[in-house]
């Protein structure tokens, strides 16, 4: 869970320093990763699929070993309950928070104090440890040691993802609201691992993949849906400023 989290945190960081070279490199550099990826999911993962290997790994080479299989197993369909799509309003919210910070704020922060990018970057490294600390020590520890339920440390969260939002934008300095958004990143850990650890405690093996695909899917909509909504607003907000001014 850590990797995908914190790798939407420290992506922008690492562009913003790349980009010292050329506007391109970031670009060239992101291609050649996506391209080690493509190899090791084609050479190096293993194949899981219970329709084609089984229960210890071994492929199926005979195909009436599928097809019994197929015919064995029930195709299982969830049935969609309140809890469910709580869930998915959570995980939508919290990418959208997410989302909104990696595409606005550093804009938002360049436009307003005229921040230079490699001091965002700088910025956006140290908000990265504060969440991967967030993720690895402190969350276990309230979660497991400390037995504190997960919807708790959710409403929790999003009530300090929500000050941090709202210190970010009412600051009148930079380091205001440099400290206000590193707030956010404080809260934003206590609430990603929720709906995941919800459905796959609440939801039989038989349909969590189904589940949690659909998770997934509110996931990269707000992804996709924020920066577009977003940027139309700030566009519009700050044109509205400009003509005030």
Known sequence: ILVPYSSLLRSPAVGGILAQVNYQFPMYVAGVVSGIAMVVALF???ES????????GNPRKVKSDRKQLKESKKIAKPRITPLMLICFVSEFCIRWAASAYDS??????SDKFQIKSITF????????????????????????????????????????????????????????????STILWIGYPLVTPTSVSIISTT???????TVLSWNNFCYQGSL?????????IYIKSREIGRAHV
């Open 121 to 180: 970057s700088i910025v956006v490294v140290i908000q990265s440890v504060v969440c991967c600390v967030m993720h690895v020590l402190v969350y276990p520890l309230l979660a497991t040691t400390l037995n504190i339920p997960i919807p708790w440390l959710c409403i929790t969260g999003y009530l300090i993802t929500v000050g941090g939002y709202i210190g970010m934008s009412a600051s009148s300095t930079l380091m205001g609201s440099i400290i206000a």
């Open 44 to 46: 190096i993962l293993k």
């Open 203 to 209: 939801h039989s093996k038989d349909v969590q993949g």
């Open 104 to 109: 606005r704020y550093g804009i938002y922060l």
């Open 224 to 232: 996709i849906v924020c920066p577009l909504v977003l940027s139309a």
């Open 49 to 56: 699929h219970p329709g084609l290997v089984d229960e210890e």
